[in-house]
Structures are given as structure tokens and as C-alpha cells.
């Protein structure tokens, strides 16, 4: 067993504990937490490191794309949503197959650079799976379907468990779960959305999908007018056929199932007041993406409604294609720079703790006994003295960081 002695602990789902001390066996459980002299006291036989600065669990990216990793720097943003996915499109028209794998592997070692211990990666190619086990990466694969025309929708979302058999005779890792998941509310057809939702959740494993990320997404949802309907017809064969519901979004999402508990809801960057209030009271999961709002829509993300509703929100980058890096601790930051009453405890649970259990995983994302989170420390020497050691750690940009304990994964099992 091994010992860590810090300055402070983020134990994330509980207060920051000074001058801590925790212990982990070989394969990276927490076996005990506390203070450092009592934790010192019953550790016999453990290995004792001092750590000057801040221990922290491993980091949990709720949200990213890792198969649009090649696209990094070539999609230009400020312009709205769908100029950046013409744009986005054009770019990964001409990404060739081995550029794109090359940039995934190094996306995953960017991740591990960054402490980073599970992720949520949405991927309509399966591409990043192989990098992320070899890495062994926790968190969900979000399987994702298009598709406004309803038979190719449904055929589409029926034809993946037979994809996934086929890439994945056996899956590669048992700390990867698998979801099938629909894109959005106006480019996925309303029964295949429910036919996702009803695979994934057969499966025991928890959907995600965008949504109110920008206000043409509710023109079009609300009233079926807007520039929305007008980018479809132009990219979808068949979008005729599609009707728009035409009734408030969160009416529509409710009715076709997913405020509920268990469900992803990403982005919300153009949410209301009561429409948070009404997710909060649903139950379902919110991860924030603040980076890649800021690139796209020059928004965001309602960060002060959704804690005053009771929202604990996640946090995800998003893709390379909107955002400057796979560092979800740098999300955090982002809000700490934009939102200087927020709490700083509370951003940095939302990169850890709160990522967590949106991804339904109690044993990442907190410093408790039973968990193994993955344990990394920042070199803080100023983290004795702090009255806030949260906010010092946000503030610390420049600051290292280093994996005292990783995950380990063992065996392979079907998702």
C-alpha cells in the first residue's frame, strides 16, 4: 500500500481537507482518508510520500468527440453553430484515415497528460475505443445517430449492436461502458430517439444528447422556422418529411423521455431559469462545455441559474475542433475567470465529482474509501496557508501536475 501526505486533499465530494493524508492499494482503491496524523498513526507497513501542494482525483471529461481530434485549429468559430459544422464537415471530408487515428492517440495522451481518469466520448465511428482501453481510460462510449427520416433513423439505431458485435467481438475494456445516443432533437427523427433511448437504457447504461446549445435549435423546435430547417434541407435527403414539433423544447424532450434520471443533457447554453429548474427537478445529468460555447456561439453556458435551480453540473471539453485542449480542469477555470462569485470548490467538483455521476460512477471523480478515482497532485507549495485551496488551485495555471496513482484495468468483457 501507499501512502500520500499533502498540504491538502480535494476530496471533491466533501470538504478540502488540510494537511491530509490518503492511503491506496495496488490497484489504486482508496483504502483510508483523513487527516494526516490520524491516517499516519494506522498505516503501518504503507509507503510514505510527502506531497507539497494538492491531491486530487483523477479528472473526469464528461463530454468530448475524440474521433474529430485531427481537426484541431481548422474550424474557425464566433460565426454560430452551423457555419462552424460546415465548416467542421468540409475539414473531416478531407481527413484521410491514418491522420485521423494518429491524432485520436495523441487526444488520449493529452487526456492522461492532464490527469485525466474517465471520459464521455460521443463517436458515430467507434474510432477512439482501441486508444481509450489501451489507455485505460474509464467513463461511456455515447454511440451517436442522425437521421431525420424515420426509416433510415430507426434502421440506423437497430444496426448498431450489430456494428458494435462486429468491431468488437470482445470489448476491450470493462471500465467502458456503451450507449447508444441520440446527436440532437433536430437532426434525430422523434422514434429513433426513443428507440436510442430504450437500447441504452436496456443496457443499463445512461444516454446523452445536445441540446439548446443555441437559440436556431429552439426556433426551429419551437416555431420550425429560423435558419435551422433551411441548413437541413440543404445537408438531409428526406427533411420534408420531418415535423417539427413546434411546442416548447423541453415539452418535446419530456415527451419523448429524456428528462429523467439517468440521461445526459449537453451544452443548455440558451436554457431559461424555470427550464433549468424543470431539468433539476427531472433528475437527469448536465454537463457544460464553456470553451467550446465560447468558440462556437460566443456564449456562455448559464452557469448561475443552474446552480440556483440545484443543478450540480459536469464538465466536458467538447471537441479539438472547439476547443483549445482536452483539459477539463481548464473548463473549470474558464468559468472561475467568467463567474468570479461562483465557488470555487463547487467548479472544481464539477470537473471531478459531478462528471462522475453523470457518467453513473461512484468509484471515480472523489477521495473516499472503496473508490479508485486515480490520484494526481498539483505542485502548490502556497496550498499550506490558503484560506481558499480551491481557488489557489484554479488560479495555479501554470502550476504541475503528476499522477501519483493510476487506475488500473484488468480483462476485457462485452459492454
Not at 483523513?34 to 507497513?45: D, F, K, S, T
Not at 468491431?167 to 427523427?189: C, E, N
Not at 437527469?284 to 440556483?308: W, Y
Not at 483539459?327 to 467568467?338: H, I, P, Q, S, T
Amino acid at each position: 500500500m501507499k501512502l500520500f501526505h499533502a498540504d491538502a486533499i480535494v476530496i471533491a465530494d466533501g470538504p478540502v481537507l488540510r494537511d491530509g493524508a490518503v492511503v491506496v492499494a495496488g490497484d489504486g482503491t482508496v483504502v483510508s482518508v483523513g487527516p494526516a496524523a490520524e491516517v499516519l498513526r494506522g498505516a503501518h507497513g504503507a509507503s510514505v510520500t510527502r506531497v507539497s501542494g494538492v491531491i486530487l482525483p483523477g479528472l473526469v471529461n464528461a463530454h468530448t468527440h475524440l474521433e474529430l481530434s485531427a481537426l484541431a485549429g481548422r474550424v474557425r468559430g464566433g460565426n454560430g453553430f452551423l457555419s462552424w459544422v460546415d465548416e467542421l464537415l468540409g475539414a473531416r471530408s478531407e481527413t484521410g484515415d491514418d491522420e485521423s487515428e494518429t491524432a485520436i492517440r495523441a487526444a488520449v495522451a493529452s487526456l492522461d497528460a492532464a490527469c485525466t481518469s474517465a471520459v464521455g466520448e460521443v463517436t458515430n465511428t467507434l474510432a477512439a475505443v482501441p486508444a481509450l482501453a489501451s489507455a485505460g481510460m474509464a467513463g461511456t462510449i455515447f454511440h451517436e445517430v442522425f437521421g431525420v427520416a424515420r426509416g433510415a433513423a430507426l434502421a440506423r439505431s437497430d444496426s448498431l449492436l450489430a456494428e458494435l458485435a462486429a468491431r468488437f467481438p470482445v470489448w476491450p475494456s470493462r471500465d467502458l461502458s456503451y450507449a447508444p445516443s441520440p446527436h440532437t432533437l433536430y437532426t434525430t427523427h422523434p422514434d429513433a430517439v426513443r428507440r436510442l433511448l430504450a437500447l441504452a437504457r436496456a443496457r443499463g447504461a445512461r444516454p446523452a444528447v445536445h441540446l439548446l446549445e443555441h437559440a436556431a435549435e429552439r426556433q426551429a423546435l419551437e416555431t420550425g422556422q429560423g435558419p435551422v430547417p433551411a441548413w437541413l434541407a440543404r445537408r438531409v435527403p428526406d427533411v420534408e418529411a420531418f415535423l417539427w414539433p413546434e411546442t416548447p423544447a423541453l415539452d418535446y424532450a419530456d415527451a419523448l423521455g429524456l428528462l429523467a434520471p439517468g440521461t445526459l443533457l449537453v451544452h443548455l447554453t440558451v436554457a431559461t431559469a424555470r427550464e433549468l429548474e424543470r431539468v433539476a427537478a427531472s433528475g437527469a445529468s448536465v454537463v457544460f462545455c464553456p470553451r467550446s460555447n465560447m468558440q462556437i456561439e460566443r456564449l456562455l453556458p448559464p452557469l448561475a441559474s443552474a446552480l440556483a435551480a440545484g443543478l450540480e453540473p459536469a464538465l466536458g471539453t467538447d471537441s479539438l475542433a472547439s476547443s483549445p485542449s482536452l483539459d477539463v480542469l481548464e473548463e473549470a477555470r474558464a468559468l472561475f475567470d467568467a463567474f468570479p462569485d461562483a465557488d470555487a470548490a463547487t467548479l472544481l467538483r464539477m470537473a471531478t465529482w459531478n462528471g462522475a455521476r453523470a457518467l453513473g460512477r461512484s468509484d471515480l471523480g472523489r477521495v473516499t474509501v472503496g473508490a479508485r478515482p486515480g490520484l494526481f497532485a498539483i505542485d502548490l507549495p502556497e496550498a499550506h496557508s490558503a484560506d481558499d485551496v480551491a481557488a489557489v488551485v484554479l488560479k495555479a495555471r501554470g502550476a504541475s501536475r503528476r499522477w501519483l496513482v493510476r487506475r488500473t484495468v484488468t480483462g476485457a468483457e462485452a459492454p
